[in-house]
């Protein structure tokens, strides 16, 4: 009876140490909750503004990803989401804060090695391609009064993307994840007041910081 009580024990044991595993034909399906960070860098707002440069802050949103995996290690990964971000003005521009307000979708696809596949705790790298569009673009009724009715208009982006991240078990199916990614993003702002039409070049370059849960199917 105590023999069969142990093996009983260490099958459970084994069982439960098994882990959820990253095999080929699988697709992991992850939510993440995203932090897209820009560390942005602006030329001048030409030629009405030469003095001045844009900032743009941090978005928050929730993120869907698919991952396939063509064998063990390697998979490919698409993720989608879409942030909300503030455009402020800095240097002659400063005083009037807000400037404008956009969304981005940056649909993006990685080809991803897992480096432990068969592990609890699965570190995995990517590197791949992002396509940035830019959508709702719309100048802030500071603006508009400082310089009259403006639209405001952002060229989408072709960029490449890196990443980094790790995939934890819960159960044999079920991953918490977290996962960092750097995203190439360049936009050519156009503001048109009128007849006039002034222009700036900005570098986004985003962090991406997501934390979620995932499934494997």
Known sequence: MQVR?????AAAAFLVATPALAEQGDWLIRARAIMVAPLE????VEPSFPGAHVAVNNGFSPELDFTYMWTNHIGTELILGTTKHDVSGRGSLDGLGKLAHARVL??????????LPAAHVRPYVGAGVNYSIFYSEKATQ??????GAT???LSDSVGYA???GLDVDITRKVFANIDFKYLDINTNARLTTGSTVNRVHV???PIVVGFGFGIRL
Do not use: E
């Open 5 to 9: 009580t142990i093996l009983a024990s």
């Open 41 to 44: 860098k602006s030329g001048p």
């Open 106 to 115: 940056p649909p993006t696809l990685t080809l991803q090695y897992h480096l």
């Open 142 to 147: 500071a603006l508009d009064q400082a310089i």
């Open 151 to 153: 639209k405001v208009g």
């Open 162 to 164: 890196l990443q980094a």
């Open 203 to 205: 570098n986004l370059d």
